[in-house]
């Protein structure tokens, strides 16, 4: 089989998902074959629900920013009527981009090759000398508009699609959504983007990053720079006050889970010991007040969440969003960001910044450290006589097709999950994104006919 001549059945033979047998496992070219890749980016992420941000970063009329739906350059905005859609950043007269900023607010976007003037509508509004352009009828009978491409929002966060042809976001969302409520309602007018993003790539397939966030098994052999700071500050080795490290030690003494949903998304989750360190602490009483204990609990939490396939919400050292951007089968953009509650007090949000910068953030202790396993992982898959990847195998005999009593306190039901000791390191959350990067493929290739 020759990667480019991939069929429908062929996919099968990348995934080795035999879980009643007791073995799942992952061929290592779904982490370098470039056609494989391109199949990933033609129906994994430019048909079908991508995340784009959170609508609190067009907070006015006519704020805008540009990003990317898989290859394809978006601008998202805010119209002066307050509505919200996202296009093509691609001027329709010759393709050049319109919005050059990441940013910021204006009131029409002029084309800078030609002229062509739009409105943050995407309305055409200016096209140059058309007067005496000599048109004839069938140009003017075009829509000389962006191009608008399908747009939806839960709560505040924004997805879009490059095609119509998909689910609505709340069936792509499904039992995601509970666990994005938990985020959005951490304030009574939800969560914003605190200034001081960070944009970096690294040389490794984005699925590293996929997986990074719900692996527990790394924690103790990646970061022990940052469990060694945490013990030496327990200890009083630092005068740094302004810090309230999370001790990830203290997994060992609580239970926890993991969790499969369909389309991709994913949780690992457990109770804080130390919910008392957190920023949100500050405001726990009315969060009892407004969401109720057991909400409230839920959202002082541990829990890393994937909303497949580019985004992700890590609850643990405070609260980051990361988006992943693939950029070639080895190459992967990443931005990252602290979230939090809008309204919440200078104190809380003081403590959410340190802890961010603390383990998050490109310069903290998390980062760097991870981004470098995935480049080992990478330069390690050249080593093509291992064709399997044996990463999925820790708790492949405690998953069960059913909830659990955490999920059920959380409110949502999984397609599967694993329960027990956070410290027994579950390797079966990474099941359900495969089975959806299997569909997704599958389904993508049979309806161009390549079945």
Not at 260 to 275: D, K, L, Q, T, W
Not at 354 to 379: H, K, M, V, W
């Amino acid at each position: 089989m020759k990667p480019n001549e991939l069929k429908y059945g062929d996919v099968d033979r990348l995934i080795i998902d035999n879980v009643e047998e007791g073995e799942y496992l992952v061929n290592r070219a779904v982490f370098t074959d470039e056609q494989v890749f391109e199949l990933e980016m033609k129906y994994i992420f430019e048909r079908n629900w991508v995340f784009v941000g959170l609508d609190s970063e067009l907070a006015n009329p006519n704020d805008y920013f540009t990003t990317f739906v898989g290859r394809q350059p978006v601008i998202v905005m805010r119209d002066a009527n307050g509505e919200l859609a996202a296009f093509i950043n691609s001027c329709p007269h010759k393709g050049a981009r319109v919005g050059h900023h990441r940013k910021g607010n204006t009131k029409q976007f002029v084309c800078s090759y030609h002229g062509w003037t739009f409105n943050t509508a995407g309305e055409c509004i200016y096209i140059k000398d058309q007067d005496s352009g000599g048109y004839a009828e069938p140009f003017n009978q075009l829509d000389h508009g962006l191009y608008k491409i399908k747009f939806g929002t839960y709560r505040g966060f924004m997805f879009a699609s490059l095609t119509d042809d998909v689910p609505t976001l709340e069936e792509h969302l499904g039992e995601a959504m509970p666990l994005l409520d938990l985020i959005w309602d951490q304030g009574p007018d939800g969560v914003e983007e605190i200034p001081g993003r960070s944009t970096y790539t690294y040389d490794a397939n984005w699925k590293m990053q996929l997986e990074n966030c719900i692996d527990g098994y790394h924690l103790t052999s990646c970061h022990p720079s940052f469990m060694n700071v945490v013990s030496r500050r327990k200890a009083g080795e630092s005068d740094n006050q302004q810090v309230k490290s999370i001790d990830f030690n203290m997994l060992g003494q609580v239970e926890g889970g993991t969790a499969c949903m369909p389309r991709g998304h994913a949780v690992i989750y457990s109770p804080n010991a130390a919910e008392h360190e957190r920023g949100l602490f500050l405001h726990k009483d009315e969060l009892v007040e407004r969401c109720g204990e057991a909400k409230t609990k839920w959202m002082l939490a541990t829990r890393n969440l994937t909303i497949y396939p580019n985004v992700q919400f890590a609850e643990n050292a405070s609260l980051q969003m990361r988006i992943i951007r693939p950029i070639s089968v080895d190459k992967t953009e990443m931005t990252i960001v602290c979230i939090g509650a809008k309204g919440e007090s200078d104190a809380a949000r003081l403590i959410r910044i340190r802890q961010y910068e603390d383990f998050f953030n490109t310069s903290g202790l998390a980062t760097p450290d991870d981004t470098i396993a995935y480049e080992d992982c990478q330069f390690g898959y050249q080593g093509k006589e291992l064709a399997w990847s044996q990463g999925y195998s820790r708790g492949i005999s405690n998953v069960k097709s059913s909830a659990d009593e955490l999920t059920d306190e959380i409110g949502f039901d999984p397609e599967t999950s694993s329960y027990g000791k956070m410290t027994d390191w579950d390797e079966s959350v990474f099941y359900g994104g495969y089975r959806a990067w299997k569909k997704f493929i599958k389904d993508g290739l049979a309806v161009d006919g390549k079945d």
